[in-house]
């Protein structure tokens, strides 16, 4: 049992067998617990929306924690719009447009080009550099490896070694 959960590759599996009633699980649980207690906790591993190429979402490796208190502050951040947006239809402040793509909607509401990240001077460029303050934040915790802590990639690039997500085939098609 040792052998097989030190291989570190894909396809590699275990098979107990027994009799019903022998304790197998039992004891397949109490050797994973103890062999978990002595590895490292794993990074959190975070889909992001990737408005380029929404079928291909970006994936951050956050230190372990990370994960759960970027959900925790994006939760809060959406209820505060919530609430903002409820205020600001009841004082008559709140306007509807159509638009066709979120660039446009970007550009309507931010006065300035949506852009690309390699531009100066656009709302992309410009959340692209608050996003790398916000990351930089994050590796500033003292690490443990040598290793960077913070990852941001498209997905794709990590696939191999991320679980899929839900509904994905594995075959490289697009979900659905």
Do not use: C
């Not at 291909?56 to 959900?71: D, I, K, S």
Request: hydrophobic letters at 40%; zero cysteines; a negative charge.
């Amino acid at each position: 049992m040792e052998f097989g959960l030190a291989v570190r590759h894909r396809g590699y599996n275990i098979y107990v067998s027994g009799m019903t009633g022998t304790g197998k699980k039992q004891l397949i649980q109490k050797l994973l617990e103890a062999r978990a207690g002595r590895e490292k906790t794993p990074d959190d591993w975070v889909y992001v929306h990737n408005f380029d190429e929404p079928d291909r979402p970006l994936v951050m490796r956050l230190p372990t924690g990370h994960g759960v208190r970027l959900r925790a502050a994006l939760e809060e951040v959406i209820d505060r719009l919530r609430h903002d947006v409820i205020d600001a239809v009841r004082e008559g402040k709140f306007q509807v447009w159509a638009v066709d793509t979120i660039d446009e909607g970007i550009e309507l509401l931010t006065g300035m080009p949506a852009g690309d990240v390699d531009q100066e001077g656009t709302f992309h460029h410009l959340l692209d550099q608050r996003l790398q303050e916000i990351l930089s934040l994050l590796q500033a915790e003292p690490a443990s490896e040598a290793t960077p802590r913070v990852h941001l990639a498209p997905a794709a690039a990590r696939m191999p070694s991320l679980p899929p997500l839900p509904g994905d085939r594995g075959d490289g098609r697009d979900r659905g």
